[in-house]
C-alpha cells in the first residue's frame, strides 16, 4: 500500500510544502525584521494575520473553481499569485508593503490548501485516504522541521530578504513539479459548471450539515492553536528565553517532529479503533496536556525546558486530531467535495486569524498567553469532539 500511495504523496507533499515554507521559514526573522521596519511585535504579528486571513477567504473561491475546470489551471493561477506576493515582499520598504505581500501571498498559497484534499479525496476516501494524509504530512513535515533553520541562515548570511527569494525560487520550481508530474485527477465527466446558486446552495447545506461543520471547527480550533504559537514562538524563545535564531528554530522542529510523527500513525490507528474514538482521545489528551501546562504557567513554573516538551506533548495529540478531520469532514460530501474543502478551510483560516487577532495584544516575550490561547483552543476542540455524532465514520466510495 505504501508503494501505490508514495508517488501521488510526494507530488502533493511537495507542492503543500510551498505554502508552510512561506510561515516557517519567515519566523526566525520575526523579530529582526521588527527592528529593521521599526515597528512593534504587535505589528509584525499582522504580517502573520494577513496571510492567514486572505488564505483563508481566498479557498472558497478556489474549491469551486476546481470543480470546474479541474484541479491543475486553479494551481497554475494561485501559485503564479504567490510568486507576485513574494516578490512584493522581498523589495518591501515598509510594514505596510509587507502586510500588503504577504496578503497577496496568502491569496495564492490558499490553491495549495484547498485542491490537494480535494485530489486526495477525487481519489480515495476512509482510511486510505487518512493514510495517505499522513503520507503528504510526512513528506511536508521537512517544512516545519528545517525552514526556520535555513531562515535562520539566510537570515545570516543574505539578511531576512533573501528568505523571500528562496521562497521565490521554490514556487517558480512548484509550477515545474505541476506542469511535468502532477496528473489531473478529475475527469471532464465529474466536472460542474460554476454557478452562483450552485455555490451558495451548496454553503448552505454544508452549513447545516451537523457533522461536517463541527468536525471542521475542531480542526479550526487546532489549527488555531498552531497559529497562536507561529505568531508568539519567535518572540517567546528569543527574547523570553533568550534564545538565538538557531536555538529558536530547533526548539520548533521539536515540536514538528511531535506532531509528523503523531500524524503518521493517524492512518493506522483509524483502521483499527475507528475514527471517532483516535479522535475522542487526541482531544482529550490535547486539551489535558495544554490545561496543565497552562496551570504551570500560571504559577511560574514554566521555563525553556517545561514549555517546550509540553508543546510537544500537545502537538502530539494535535497530530492525530488535524488528519482525522480533514478526512472525516469530506467523507460524506461526494460530488461537493471541492466546496466542502473551501469552506472548511476558509472557517479553519479564518478561526486562526481571529484567534490571533484576539490575543494579539498580550502575546510578547511571555510564555503565558501563548500557552493560554492555546489551552483554550485545545478545551474547545475536546468539546466539540464530544458533539460529534456517533454515527459519522461511514466509509464512502471514491469520486
Not at 75 to 98: K, N
Not at 134 to 147: E, Q, W
Not at 367 to 390: K, R, S, W
Amino acid at each position: 500500500m505504501f508503494g501505490s500511495l508514495a508517488r501521488p504523496a510526494l507530488i502533493l507533499g511537495l507542492l503543500s510544502c510551498i505554502g508552510p515554507f512561506a510561515i516557517d521559514m519567515y519566523l526566525p526573522a520575526m523579530p529582526v525584521i521588527g527592528k529593521s521596519l521599526s515597528v512593534s511585535p504587535q505589528v509584525m504579528q499582522n504580517t502573520i494575520t494577513a496571510y492567514f486571513a486572505s488564505f483563508g477567504v481566498a479557498q472558497m473561491f478556489y474549491g469551486p473553481w476546481a470543480d470546474h475546470a479541474g484541479r491543475k489551471v486553479p494551481l497554475y493561477a494561485g501559485i503564479a499569485m504567490f510568486v507576485l506576493g513574494t516578490l512584493l515582499c522581498m523589495t518591501a520598504g515598509s510594514a505596510t508593503d509587507l502586510i500588503a505581500g504577504r496578503f497577496v501571498q496568502g491569496l495564492g498559497g490558499a490553491v495549495l490548501g484547498v485542491v490537494p484534499r480535494a485530489i486526495v479525496r477525487d481519489m480515495m476516501t476512509g482510511a486510505a485516504a487518512t493514510r495517505m494524509m499522513s503520507r503528504i504530512f510526512l513528506v511536508f513535515s521537512v517544512s516545519p522541521m528545517l525552514a526556520p533553520l535555513v531562515g535562520s541562515a539566510l537570515l545570516v548570511l543574505t539578511g531576512w530578504r533573501g528568505i523571500f527569494a528562496a521562497l521565490l525560487i521554490a514556487s517558480v520550481a512548484s509550477l515545474a513539479l505541476l506542469t511535468f508530474a502532477q496528473p489531473e485527477t478529475l475527469a471532464p465527466d465529474n466536472r460542474r459548471p460554476f454557478r452562483m446558486g450552485f455555490l451558495l446552495r451548496g454553503c448552505g447545506e454544508l452549513f447545516f450539515d451537523k457533522s461536517f461543520l463541527l468536525l471542521t471547527f475542531i480542526g479550526a480550533f487546532g489549527f488555531g492553536s498552531f497559529f497562536i504559537f507561529l505568531a508568539a514562538a519567535s518572540y517567546v524563545y528569543q527574547e523570553g528565553f533568550g534564545l538565538s535564531s538557531t536555538g529558536f528554530s530547533l526548539a520548533f522542529a521539536v515540536n514538528a517532529v511531535a506532531f509528523i510523527g503523531a500524524s503518521q500513525g493517524a492512518g493506522r490507528a483509524a483502521e483499527r479503533f475507528g475514527s471517532m474514538t483516535v479522535l475522542k482521545w487526541a482531544s482529550l489528551g490535547f486539551a489535558l496536556v495544554s490545561s496543565a501546562l497552562f496551570s504551570l504557567a500560571l504559577l511560574g513554573h514554566v521555563g525553556l525546558f517545561t514549555c517546550i516538551v509540553g508543546l510537544a506533548l500537545g502537538n502530539a495529540g494535535l497530530g492525530l486530531i488535524i488528519p482525522s478531520t480533514m478526512v472525516m469532514a469530506l467523507d460524506h460530501q461526494g460530488d461537493k467535495a471541492g466546496l466542502a474543502s473551501s469552506l472548511g478551510g476558509t472557517l479553519q483560516m479564518l478561526t486562526g486569524g481571529v484567534l490571533v487577532v484576539a490575543l494579539g495584544p498580550w502575546l510578547g516575550a511571555s510564555a503565558t498567553p501563548m500557552i493560554g490561547g492555546i489551552a483554550f483552543a485545545a478545551v474547545v476542540t475536546l468539546v466539540l469532539t464530544l458533539l460529534v455524532p456517533p454515527h459519522q465514520a461511514a466509509e464512502r466510495t471514491p469520486a
